[in-house]
């Protein structure tokens, strides 16, 4: 049952996932798109809450592009009847659809689909009823008379001529006919249905994210010699193919402003004249929704050298419903030219509109040169510090007395205010000079023979901290620890970093996600609302109830995760019952809540308790809080002690914005056993210089961790522009080796935890610079540290518990630094798989395998696979793939903890990154699958072996638990989906049928003797227990103000949404009675909304049960206004999952009729390349007569029979002339008439006379050319009478 009803939602040929309609990879109205940097990674596909998250809200038809103009085909059928026609025809109604903006082939789809006899004509009066309710036609098709039923008979009747006519018809029926599934209810139906279709769309569209990486990421030579970088300007001008006036609008930055083409449809363009060298990182254009048919939908990016020239690059599509920057390429080497066609908008709109373009490029430049000025000033210094070095022998006085003017100078100077990317740097400061100054001061204050005076060390701290040079500052924490009891006065310094770190905290934070944990005030189901609104719409605030002025509500993060709070924006309703003020707790725990709703507001204790107290300013109705001592916690509570108005009688609260930062349990860990924050010491007093390394320490590894924040949004593009010219530590020159000369100094002391976790947070910047030819000299420096690390975790060194956790973390993260080469990690990765199922293996060699399986699979598995796979290394892929199946498989047939979980994950990725690739070359005209052959061939095997040994085991419940992280679990899973991917090809098809087949059957008896496992009648697809929560929100707007004749229709589909809610915007507004907004959910009536918001036309919310939702809008061409903005808010249940088990049979089940329907499907065997053949040579080189007669054959006289042992002349032998009699029909068999009668004696009531002669002759065939049966029929005379009888029957059956 299964089988049948998931294998194909609709009779016919199936359909391959490269051939249907995909929604782009992101959520609707979103403003950016989803950057997938893992789009190999498919483990994510058996996870039912990543699965909806990655793919995100899909916005796609609810019947097709048809019901997009429903409105206007409606009004069109019912002015047909109104003028008395009660009849449309076929071409009539595919004409009128095109006007409206439906392509041609929909059109014509859809009116077959209603047709259901094939007439070409049909009642308007069906039409509408079709495009008013599909469903209820789908039902009324299905339970109408079979008036083709006669006709059937006729298809299996002696007369060929009607046959095909006949065939087309019956075939044309059952499909305009069929019955959805969606209308059968059976338990767990609907909820894995709608699993496999997100399963099939992700992988659909994590391969188009890998294909369009690896097409765009044309990667420029790192030239010797040379830096990246980036470049702020790109180009030296812009044009445009019209409308020349507006092209301003293109570059200013304003999305309410936009170029619009003027010409014929499809020969609109965008031309960039680019800056020469200047290769591009991202290029994208930012759109609308609202501009409708003005919208780009197919985009194509052109490049050349002349503007007569160029190639097409890459093309595109834009969605329906997005707005904001689409990017449209990503990685284009330097071109003279690069040109934006757009070659088609939506609803077939004949000009365009792009409201800004954007581009960000990179180049490669010389290594910087010293200038004039810098020679100059180098000099002078060089002489300075000559004569210098000269006197110092004589005058001791002069060093002493340029220390400390030293000392006076540098102490003015701000943290990091001369780092490379200050703004307050002079220019004639270059980084020449001021490496100069710092040698000069290196050789002044560190002059030999002579110890270290304090003054000396004040000079070398406040100048590396004023420079931010990070060597600098570690080579002066190494002076400071040679002498820990010396005292120095230099706690000012510390105080600054400290007052710069907290500044830059606050400035980096962002807004984080955070849910209602509990809210005390009443009306808790719309206490939610002060997280969506903004603050400058005006939704629906959160209002307490009657008598309940004193609220406090509590917000945790959604995932339950640890954070830091720096700031809060509080926005409070205009009018008497908006929150006055109140006080901001953090806690723990929902106790700790509990305990803060008790306190009394006149309690001493509550502002002690607090962490901020704040007032609403009367004016702005809001106000920012900042955190003074922000620190990890999971509960933020914000407790509203009054309104605005005393007398008021609630409170209401519009908007609460939190800004910090999440914490992962390892920063958590760190936090509390390492990075342990100390009160600094007051500013005047001497400290240790022991101390004084300790919080120096403390604040430089806060300092790298805001780095490393800020470089990772600089990655993925999301970092501010204004950020990147603040003054902040410098590690792009960090060398590993100052790192592990610190912790050397250090090793068996407090300190060096905090060195270890220094070089932990350093490991990123390290991993970014190892190609460089610093790098590649420190080589013996990363094999030493890798060394003693490893000695650390083997317990052959004795450390603490901290230092011991720490080292994991650093080989498990910074395997690339350690192994830099990709060559030398794969070859390191590969000779490992031979020992991985040692018994004795040391704790070290295990992280390193780990973290270069993690690497691998995570990073780069197209390294480890070698691609391109060509002839010559394709037998080492299917090694390296064949050597993990095998070490997994008897990880797996242990039937115990899953030891290589890592491995297991890397073998999804190697699996996924192949099958992409091969994917990729067979759309290219690649005829090599048997890669994938084999690979389908080894992984099935091994799975067969560890099914087979879990159905012999004893508690086989509890080993399949085991078995959650294996192979069995995992990776055969994502196998299916990507077959299913590729199901179209037929040696795929072929190789997966055979091999697939044996595993529904060993899971079948597996599933039947532990029926625990599988769904009943009882079955329910959502938890009850659980209360619905907002899985997405996505937020739609017209223009402001909007057009007059605006037509606009909208389709929203979200997979796994229970409830919609729509909450529109104050500001909305329309002409009343004559610019509607319509909104019909697939459960309720259509809401129409004209006029004013909150009005009796127009309510403040919307609410529609189910997933599906169509909006549209119309305006006349008389009065406009501001228009609308709404956003729609998703909410689902939890929905109850399979066991892995049940869910691959049923996925196995899917898959096979899948394939068999491909396989079935003419369109899918039948290929391209294939040469067509007619005539005698063609049927003789045809699979059936090559079955038939595979001994051997010759054209036009067969030669030797099957065995090739000898040949018989025909003329010799008897049974030749008889069968020869019966092939021609000259010679009745009685046989053949007794096996044509039926079982109650009757003549057969199908086929004919062509039929009859045509199995006569085959059978002949098979009896004269099958040697052994030729011989037994020779021997035993008429017993072969059975045989041929057996044989005949087959084939009339096979007819």
Sequence with gaps: RYLFLLSSRRMGNAESLDERTEPIETSSGSDEQPVNTKPFDLSVLLDSAKLQQSLGSSSEPLEGEVLRHRDQLLSWLRGLQRGNESTVSLLQFVEEAVNFGVSRKNANEFFNSVDRYGS?????????????????????????????????????????????????????????????????????????????????????????SWKSSDEDYDKPLDDKGQQLMDIKKCFSKITVSSSERSIDNLLDNNSSTYWQSNGSPRRHWVRLHMLPGVMVKELAITVNQSDDSYMPKKVIVSVGNSDANLRDFKEVEVPRNFTGKFVIGKGIRAYRYIQVNIQGCHSDGCDTRIRGISIKGYKFVEEKKPCVLDTLVVWHLSMLSAIAQSSLKTAPALRDALITQSCVAFKQLKPMVLSSSSAERPEFLS?????????????????????????????????????????????????????????????????????????????????????????????????????????????????????????????????????????LIIKVPIGDHGAKGGFVFMASSPDEVQHLETLNLKDESLEIKSAAQFTIDSDTHMTEVTMTTPKPHKILAIRFTSAQEPSADHVSVHCVQVFGYTLSEKQVWYNENVCVSSPLPPTGEPVSSSDLFKSLLTLLIELVRDRQVLWQRLAHNQMDTTLSVEPHIEVEQLCLQEVWLLYQQVIGQKEATLC????????????????????????????????????????????????????????????????????????????????????????????KFEALCVHFSSQDPSALLGLPITKDNSSEVSAILKTIITIVTRDALSMKRARCSDLVHLLGSLQATMFFWCKKELEADSENTSIISLHIVQLTDNCLKVLQKVSVHDDKLTTLNYLQQSLLATVLPQLLYLINSMQHITEIQEVAIRNLFPLVTAIYNLAVSIPELSVGLEYSETDSSQSESIIDVVVVESSHDYNNNTVLSEDFVFEEASKLVVEFDGRCSTELDCDVLSFTGSQDPPQRCHGKVGTDSWPKVLEFQGNKLNFSFHS???????????????????????????????????????????????????????????????????????????????????????????????????????????????????????????????????????????VNAIFASLVWHCQELREEVREFGKCYIFVMCCISVWLSCLL
Aim: hydrophobic share 40%; charged share 20%; aromatic share 6%.
């Design 756 to 847: 270890l976790q220094l070089m932990h947070c350093c490991l990123l910047f390290l991993e970014a610079k190892r190609g460089s030819s610093s790098d590649k000299t420190s080589a013996g420096v990363a094999a030493e540290v890798l060394e003693h690390l490893c000695a650390v975790l083997d317990k052959q060194v004795d450390s603490s518990h901290v230092i011991e956790k720490i080292s994991h973390d650093i080989i498990h993260d910074g395997i690339v630094v350690f192994f830099p080469d990709s060559s030398a990690r794969r070859a390191h990765l590969i000779s490992m798989l031979d020992n991985v199922m040692s018994e004795e293996l040391p704790a070290s060699w295990w992280i």
């Design 1116 to 1254: 006349d061409s008389s009065t406009t206004d501001w228009g609308y903005r709404f956003c729609i808010k998703v909410y689902s249940k939890l929905k109850k999952s399979f066991h892995w088990l049940f869910d691959l049979q049923l996925s196995l089940s899917r898959l096979l009729g899948q394939l068999c329907s491909s396989a079935l499907s003419e369109t899918d065997t039948i290929s391209d390349k294939n040469v067509k053949q007619d005539g005698e040579e063609a049927v003789m080189r045809s699979d059936v007569w090559k079955t038939l007669f595979r001994g051997g054959y010759q054209i036009g006289k067969l030669t030797r029979s099957l065995s090739g042992a000898y040949s018989t002349v025909p003329s010799e032998s008897r049974l030749n002339d008889y069968l020869t009699e019966m092939a021609s029909g000259e010679n009745t068999c009685s046989l053949l008439q007794q096996c044509q009668l039926g079982q109650h004696g009757l003549p057969p009531q199908y086929g004919g006379l062509v039929v009859d002669k045509t």
């Design 120 to 208: 070409g004509q049909l009642q308007c009066l069906s039409l509408i009823s079709a495009l008013q309710d599909s469903t209820t036609r789908t039902i009324l098709q299905a339970c109408s008379p079979c008036i083709i039923a006669p006709a059937a008979v006729d298809v299996y009747s002696d007369g060929g001529s009607i046959v095909a006519s006949m065939g087309t018809k019956l075939m044309q029926f059952l499909q305009r006919n069929r019955v959805s599934a969606d209308l059968l209810t059976l338990p767990g139906y609907e909820a894995s249905l709608t699993q496999f279709t997100l399963r099939e769309k992700l992988v659909c569209s994590r391969y188009k």
């Design 431 to 567: 980084s020449f000079v001021v490496a100069e100054i710092s040698k000069f001061l290196q050789t002044m204050c560190l002059e030999e023979h002579l110890p270290h005076s304090t003054a000396a060390l004040e000079a070398l701290l406040y100048f590396s901290v004023a420079t931010g040079n990070m060597n600098d500052v570690l080579h002066s924490l190494r002076l400071l620890q040679t002498n820990p009891s010396q005292l120095i006065d230099i706690a000012d310094i510390l105080h600054s970093l400290d007052e710069a770190l907290v500044s830059k905290r606050r400035a980096h934070a962002e807004q984080l996600k955070l849910t209602i944990s509990s809210c005390n005030g009443g009306q808790a189901e719309h206490a939610g609302n002060i997280l969506t609104n903004q603050l400058n719409s005006s939704g629906t605030a959160y209002t307490s109830k009657s008598g309940k002025t004193d609220v406090l509500i509590a917000l945790k993060d959604k995932d339950g995760r640890y954070f830091i709070v720096h700031k």
